[in-house]
């Protein structure tokens, strides 16, 4: 039997306890709310709360708050545990151990390696996921004992009742949904975690006549190969700290949680625009501390402990002295060489509390990057652990339109769990991955993973095939799209010998999908047809830049809106229609310059 995440002790034993008869819990003194969670996760048809001859006990014991002992006998059922929370886990442990009618005897005792094991969803990249969905997805969080939830907030995607003049779009989590999703997760024992942006990735914001004056740098910032508009508020003006302030008070006084994540990562121009003097009399890190050090303060007032992304700081050691003593440092990488473990020892050396996050590797790849998604969780992990840091935060990203489906998001979710609960096993991603979507979508998702160990050499963002993808939006932004487009290609190039790898992968996986009988299934599908014309563009995009043909991208023009068609209905499926507009923009931006480039004389 296994078990996901792996508990600290089990043992099995010969025996088997028959859920095809009336039952009687005794749940002792314990929330009546359990025995309603304990029918429904084992579908028993009949079950009474009662203390007489009950088949199945919750036992209050010495333990500590997560901590839970489990045992299965032919005539009965313990669980035993100090807390709701204890009792909560144990029955998630028995659910597994269900089969058909009967449960598996065993015996388990377990607990969790740390504190927060936490999942981060990104609602701001195009796509903000619809109430059912986000439930669904408290549903499975809470099967893998995760316990706390972030929903990542940048521009326009909570509802902002201070600020109605940026609720045009409609693409935002309303109010009272998000309420309902926190009393949701609240039963589902899942701390909702409120997260909005504030420094860096004001684009949005900053892009509006009324806020603009507030940015770093109005004209914009060169980074990466491309010129972006203005994404980082001035620290030193007080209007950027009154805008921030009014963000919070839209936020801050409707949620339970004690922790909010003010984010505070990549101010990209910091230094480089109107804060440059200050910067010059001081340092980046000082400056950065003086405008986080009295947005705390507000976040205190409402009785929260802020959190941060470090990246900022990470480097500069000096520096973190100065941060509120109670502030939770939480340090990201999401690639398989990022340096969790000097970072780790350096935050305990400094007594900073501080969590880290890794990544489900998703984004800008359409399917995923599996040895980075192993990798940063499984060293992140190891990091938290030995330096006795608070927990885990599993970033799940939207770069560039969220053109990942969340299916490829279920083996991070799936081993950040594991690595969070237990010690790192590799082979449980395959397990649960089966149990949710069958073993064909499971083993096609978990290979379409690794499709960029064929691209080439290694790189930690990304994917070749998605780089047409990528410097299509960029090139939208230049006076000479079609000539900084193919001169980007040229370093993002396949080799003709990788390509035929990765398109015989992508077919035998079409193959192996079988039957397009669930939305899984069919969100597979259009996400390997989508790879496959960005194998032929690759072919197509060597003829333009090597032999300067024209005429080329008919075909892959007509798949791409082939694609966008499908894209759209899988999207409603799971999300707020209103965000399909920008991430099919992506789309939508390479093709028009497909179709410049064959136009070309």
Request: charged share 25%; proline share 3%.
């Amino acid at each position: 039997m296994q078990l996901v995440p792996t508990p600290k002790k089990c043992t099995e034993n010969n025996e088997h306890f028959s859920l095809n008869m009336a039952l009687v819990c005794n749940n002792g003194e314990f929330s009546d709310t359990l025995v309603t969670t304990l029918k429904n996760e084992l579908k028993i048809k009949n079950l009474e709360i009662g203390s007489n001859n009950a088949q199945i006990e919750f036992i209050k014991q010495k333990l500590k708050d997560e901590e839970y002992i489990l045992d299965v006998k032919k005539d009965k059922i313990t669980i035993k545990a100090s807390s709701d929370r204890g009792i909560f886990y144990g029955i998630k442990t028995l659910k597994q151990c269900v089969n058909k009618s009967t449960v598996i005897g065993c015996h388990v005792e377990d607990k969790p390696d740390l504190a927060i094991r936490g999942v981060m969803i990104d609602i701001s990249r195009s796509k903000v996921p619809t109430l059912k969905t986000l439930k669904q997805m408290v549903k499975l969080f809470s099967d893998l004992k995760y316990n706390h939830l972030e929903l990542y907030v940048e521009g326009f995607s909570y509802e902002y009742q201070n600020f109605p003049e940026v609720l045009v779009n409609n693409n935002y989590i309303k109010l009272e949904d998000y309420l309902a999703l926190e009393e949701f997760a609240e039963a589902n024992y899942i701390d909702l975690v409120p997260n909005q942006n504030g420094f860096g990735h004001m684009s949005e914001w900053l892009a509006l006549d009324k806020y603009h004056k507030l940015s770093e740098c109005e004209d914009g910032f060169d980074i990466w190969g491309s010129h972006r508009p203005s994404s980082t508020l001035d620290p030193t003006n007080k209007e950027s700290f009154k805008l921030v302030k009014k963000m919070y008070d839209d936020m801050l006084p409707h949620f339970k949680s004690k922790y909010f994540n003010m984010n505070f990562d990549e101010p990209y121009e910091l230094g480089h625009g109107k804060s440059a003097k200050a910067v010059s009399e001081s340092s980046k890190e000082d400056v950065y501390i003086d405008f986080l050090i009295p947005l705390c303060k507000v976040v205190k007032k409402y009785q929260k402990t802020p959190m941060i992304w470090g990246d900022v700081l990470v480097n500069h050691p000096e520096a973190i002295g100065r941060l509120p003593k109670d502030l939770i440092f939480i340090d990201w990488g999401y690639n398989l060489g990022y340096d969790f473990a000097s970072h780790g020892e350096m935050l305990k050396d400094k007594k900073v509390k501080f969590m880290m996050a890794p990544g489900t590797s998703t984004w800008s790849t359409i399917t995923g990057r599996y040895d980075d998604m192993l990798g940063s969780i499984t060293n992140s992990a190891f990091a938290v652990k030995k330096n006795n840091g608070l927990g885990l935060l599993v970033a799940d990203w939207g770069d560039i339109g969220h053109l990942q489906y969340l299916p490829f998001s279920y083996p991070g979710f799936i081993y950040g769990a594991q690595c969070a609960w237990s010690e790192p096993n590799e082979e449980v991603i395959k397990l649960k991955l089966e149990k949710l979507l069958g073993e064909e979508t499971a083993s096609v998702i978990l290979r379409l993973a690794t499709y960029t160990r064929l691209e080439g050499p290694y790189r930690d963002y990304g994917s070749r095939l998605f780089s047409a993808i990528l410097w299509a939006e960029h090139a939208q932004r230049e006076e000479n799209d079609v000539e900084y487009f193919l001169n980007k290609m040229q370093s993002n190039l396949v080799d003709e010998a990788n390509l035929n790898q990765l398109e015989k992968m992508f077919r035998l996986c079409l193959v192996e999908l079988g039957t397009i009988d669930s939305i899984e299934k069919a969100e597979v599908q259009n996400s390997i047809n989508l790879l496959l014309t960005l194998v032929d563009i690759q072919r197509n995009l060597r003829k333009v830049i090597e032999q300067n043909q024209t005429k080329v991208f008919d075909k892959d023009l007509l798949i791409l809106q082939a694609f966008l068609g499908k894209h759209y209905e899988l999207w409603c499926l799971r999300n707020i229609p209103a965000g399909f507009i920008p991430s099919g923009n992506r789309i939508k931006w390479l093709m028009k310059i497909l179709m410049e480039i064959d136009e070309r004389s």
